[in-house]
């Protein structure tokens, strides 16, 4: 049942509008601005101590994240009290509904936020629901929990009487960001907002952070409450979990499709750099403002409008005006610096929508010709994935290994049945042939079973049977070199109480691993065994192993004897801690560098000595990238830094070899497609660099 605006208990008004040949409506919480008059809304500042079993060292340590020195800066901040902003002396929130609807307000129109009353909890934080990132230079802690189970909790625990529809509940955890959907690679945002129906009542509420200084490089103190608090206030029945439950989107207002503005410092963006936000006030899933400049899910940063109050500067997040959705005339699109947005949004194209199993059509003229392959094999590959642009036999002749996407398990068959079909126009034959001709030339043609939004278990013995027979039919009718294995979460995630990767006790994953041995063995020695794990799936194994946490370590470690090669995707991922005692954002030279020297130094599973992941070799390990998530010179320097130990820009994270890894893999990307169409910016720089080095003996 949808929630209606007066079983939530607050006064609201609704505007329409036209845009794109629609109709479109959106509510707002407060009265009526052209009646003028004030609204206070009551509210519950909840700190909240955050303890993380996940241990913080080595010695079983567990962070405690406590808030409660915070409050008062909290409560003295331009989120309850008053500061001159552009469109008046007021609360922040009150300030962005002010400059909203700017041209019809009174000037007695308010709505604020009532002075709060304090109700403080304790929430502990279970291994496999998260993690603390610590900081050995500053000391900061940075917390990540999913974000569905922190909501479930305050609910469980606030006093009944302390709730009420008519109240909002802002919830402050500090130095936490969440993953959304209980998947850790749904990340990173701020918090999340609307109505929380888990105790039977429909209350409002917000879910923020307060950051400590150098906490993360853009984002500090209230930030991330004002972010969640300017959502709320503009869309009050968002509805996150939902989307988790249901499949469905969220109630609440709906916007034309956005396309997220991209950053503008970037000098070597792909042509179509921009991705569609939504159709709400935030990014899908992870409610990052059209104001944050981090690309895709990379924990949010904004340019934020520092306010400075009593002595004290206060970091406020710019937001998007409801004129920057709705494409009406407006003074400002953006608050409170209306330099951040300069124009209305723009409307999501439609081939945006048809993702990477859309519509597959020939490759776009090329501008640009795929550079010709000098030279004979050097032990570094550039390996992607083909998903079905073209021919297989256009592929350009830099890419190494081309891994085919995907096998995938058969809807309504027995447990582990896989199936390939063979996509675009050709024909099985065809495709063949094509895959004969990439062999004859010394490339190595791999299936990848599984992919994004697949769900894989095998519980069974006969699904292991059933697996190994589909799989093994799959390989002979197409002659591949070998099988990928990208099963995500939150498939293979380890059972409670599996806490040795050396002796798993997983279902799925003891016959995975017995699985891929067998198939392995029937092919020969020759046959190429890889994994593509998430970053959830290898580096956070570090700060905490459990549920999808390291997922992957018991099974590079049952098969690491007959390992092709493992090439863990440094995007979708959230922030890692290095083996030098810092942690880094998703994206640099120094995330891949600490992100991959991980497996290749070794490291204590869940910081536990007893329990150590050894080290893979170097010639079994590579670096996934998403072509839209990253620029070449990013992959070049983080190859040549890796690969020589030293690179072309300034690196924080220091390799623990400092002469690199001269049999250092190479690259991966998602995807050859995606490539071809961009007129090969990636395997025309980094194919050519990786077979420049020096043949590895």
């Known amino acids: 049942m949808v929630t ?52 913080m060292d080595a010695t079983g340590r567990k962070a405690v994240l406590d808030p409660s020195t915070d409050v008062a800066r909290v409560m003295h901040s331009p989120i309850f009290g008053k500061y001159p902003f552009p469109s008046g002396t007021t609360q922040y929130t009150d300030a962005i509904m002010r400059a909203d609807f700017e041209k019809e307000a009174a000037k007695d129109w308010h709505t604020l936020l009532g002075k709060p009353k ?18 050995k230079k500053t000391g900061r802690m940075l917390a990540m929990v999913d974000v569905l189970f922190m909501q479930q909790e305050i609910f469980k625990q606030l006093p009944k009487e302390e709730m009420g529809a008519g109240k909002l509940v802002i919830a402050m955890p500090k130095n936490v960001t969440y993953y959304t959907s209980e998947d850790a690679t749904e990340c990173c945002s701020w918090g999340t907002h609307g109505m929380d129906k888990s105790q039977g009542t429909n209350q409002p509420f917000v879910l923020g952070s307060f950051l400590d200084p150098n906490t993360v490089e853009e984002d500090s103190d209230v930030q991330p409450l004002t972010q969640q608090l300017a959502q709320w206030f503009r869309d009050p029945l968002h509805e996150p979990a939902l989307r988790v439950h249901r499949g469905m989107i969220p109630p ?29 006030l935030a990014i899908d899933l992870f409610l990052n403002d059209p104001t944050d400049i981090n690309w895709k899910n990379r924990t949010p940063a904004s340019k934020a409008y520092l306010a400075h109050v009593g002595g ?82 256009d592929v350009s002749p830099q890419w190494d290994v081309i891994i085919v996407a995907f096998a995938t398990p058969l809807r309504g068959a027995a447990e582990g049945t896989m199936q390939y079909q063979v996509r675009g126009s050709i024909t099985p034959e065809q495709f063949k042939d094509d895959i004969k001709q990439k062999q004859s030339q010394g490339k190595k043609v791999m299936i990848s079973l599984g992919g994004g939004g697949q769900h894989f278990a095998l519980l069974t013995q006969e699904g292991k049977q059933n697996f190994i027979r589909t799989v093994e039919d799959i390989c002979t009718e197409f002659g591949f070199n070998g099988i990928d294995i990208d099963f995500e ?28 041995r067998e198939i392995h063995d029937h092919f020969g020695k020759d046959f190429i065994l890889s994994l593509v794990p998430e970053g959830t799936q290898i580096p956070a194994a570090y700060p905490g192993y459990g549920g999808q946490f390291g997922s992957y370590i018991p099974i590079v470690e049952g098969i690491r004897d007959i390992l092709g090669f493992v090439d863990t995707q440094d995007y979708n991922c959230p922030p ?94 998602w995807t050859i497609d995606d490539d071809r169409k961009e007129d090969f910016r990636y395997s025309n720089v980094v194919g050519p660099l990786l077979h420049s080095y020096p043949t590895v003996k």
């Open 118 to 135: 304090v109700v403080a909890l304790k929430i502990d934080v279970p291994v496999g629901k998260g993690y603390v990132l610590t900081s």
């Open 312 to 393: 004290m500067s206060y970091h406020l997040q710019n937001v998007a005006l409801l004129s920057w959705y709705t494409g009406s005339a407006s003074s400002a699109y953006s608050f409170p610096d209306a330099n951040s947005l300069n124009g209305p949004s723009k409307p999501c194209p439609a081939h945006i929508h048809e993702g990477n199993f859309g519509a597959i059509k020939d490759a776009p003229p090329s501008t640009v010709p795929p550079i010709a392959l000098t030279g004979g094999p050097n032990g570094h590959q550039l390996i992607g994935y083909w998903s079905g642009l073209g021919r297989i036999s």
């Open 489 to 516: 979460t939150s498939s293979l995630e380890l059972d409670p109480g599996d806490t040795d990767f050396k002796h798993p006790t997983t279902p799925s994953t003891v016959n995975l691993i017995a699985a891929m």
């Open 4 to 55: 209606t605006f007066a079983q939530a208990g607050l006064p609201t008004f609704t505007r329409t509008y036209s845009a794109t040949g629609q109709d479109y409506s959106y509510t707002v919480i407060g009265d009526d601005p052209a009646k003028g008059g004030t609204t206070t809304i009551p509210t519950i500042l909840v700190p909240i101590t955050l303890t993380i079993e996940a241990p």
């Open 252 to 280: 609440g207002n709906i916007f034309p499709s956005w396309l997220r503005v991209p950053p503008a410092s970037s000098t070597e963006l792909p042509r179509d750099n921009s991705s569609c936000g939504g159709t709400g």
């Open 576 to 669: 890692i801690e290095g083996l030098d005692g810092e942690f880094y954002m998703p994206g640099s030279v120094d995330y891949h560098a600490a992100a991959t020297e991980l497996v290749l130094h070794g490291f204590d599973v869940g910081r536990d000595p007893k329990h150590h992941f050894d080290p893979l070799p170097a010639d079994k390990v590579a670096i996934g990238y998403l072509n839209s998530d990253t620029i070449p010179s990013i992959v070049e320097d983080s190859m040549r830094y890796l690969i020589t130990g030293k690179a072309d820009t300034r690196t924080t994270y220091k390799l623990r070899q400092p002469s690199g890894y001269p049999a250092f893999d190479g690259a991966m990307f």
